[in-house]
T-cell receptor
Framework: GQQVMQIPQYQHVQEGEDFTTYCNSS?????IQWYKQRPGGHPVFLIQ?????EVKKQKRLTFQFGEAKKNSSLHITATQTTDVGTYFC?????????FGTGTSLTVIP | AAGVIQSPRHLIKEKRETATLKCYPI?????VYWYQQGPGQDPQFLIS???????DKGSIPDRFSAQQFSDYHSELNMSSLELGDSALYFC?????????????FGPGTRLLVL
């Protein structure tokens, strides 16, 4: 079956440092979406990437979709304590939709 | 802005009991997805509905069933509950059918099976 893996599983950074999470799928995705889930909360949509090689930015967040549409990355510049949470990528083909394993980010003030 | 509503927010059941979770999508959203999220795990896709018809099935156990009604709300029915069913159950809704559009998640229903 399709698998969407993310690395690292956990990341602790000092406030102000950069952070990157990588998402890899075993199959080509039609699109990829990124979500942030705070502890005790629900996944909140961040962005959707559709085109091969697409790069999108949201303030300090940069999202990239690989050329083969099988991988993606989320990069946060100069992390802040408000960035704490688990970041999930999610994508699929057809009608199936799979979440990645998530990267839990801790920001140390 | 209106969001996805789920009820109840918390539910405690005993083994072998049944439970019904409800989801009210964002107005004008016609697609509903159900997910199960265990502690420290990623959300696992269970089932989805588009225009009141089942559109896809994921890892939903045979003990569970779901449907989408004429007003687009959806219910997840869980029978013969097991301890391992304890989890957070999310409903998400989107506009237009699959392939995937942006999914907006509800706050979740936390189910505890004793």
């Amino acid at each position: 079956g399709q698998q969407v893996m993310q690395i690292p599983q956990y990341q602790h950074v000092q406030e102000g440092e950069d952070f990157t999470t990588y998402c890899n799928s075993s199959t080509t995705l039609s699109n990829i979406q990124w979500y942030k889930q705070r502890p005790g909360g629900h996944p909140v949509f961040l962005i959707q990437l559709v085109k091969s090689g697409e790069v999108k930015k949201q303030k300090r967040l940069t999202f990239q979709f690989g050329e083969a549409k099988k991988n993606s990355s989320l990069h946060i510049t100069a992390t802040q304590t408000t960035d704490v949470g688990t970041y999930f990528c999610a994508g699929g083909t057809g009608n199936q939709f799979y979440f990645g394993t998530g990267t839990s980010l801790t920001v140390i003030p | 802005a209106a969001g996805v509503i789920q009820s109840p927010r918390h539910l405690i059941k005993e083994k072998r009991e049944t439970a019904t979770l409800k989801c009210y999508p964002i107005p004008r959203h016609d697609t509903v997805y159900w997910y199960q999220q265990g502690p420290g795990q990623d959300p696992q896709f269970l089932i989805s509905f588009y225009e009141k018809m089942q559109s896809d099935k994921g890892s939903i156990p045979d003990r569970f069933s779901a449907q989408q009604f004429s007003d687009y709300h959806s219910e997840l029915n869980m029978s013969s509950l097991e301890l391992g069913d304890s989890a957070l159950y999310f409903c998400a809704s989107s506009m237009a059918g699959p392939p995937q559009e942006t999914q907006y998640f509800g706050p979740g229903t936390r189910l505890l099976v004793l």
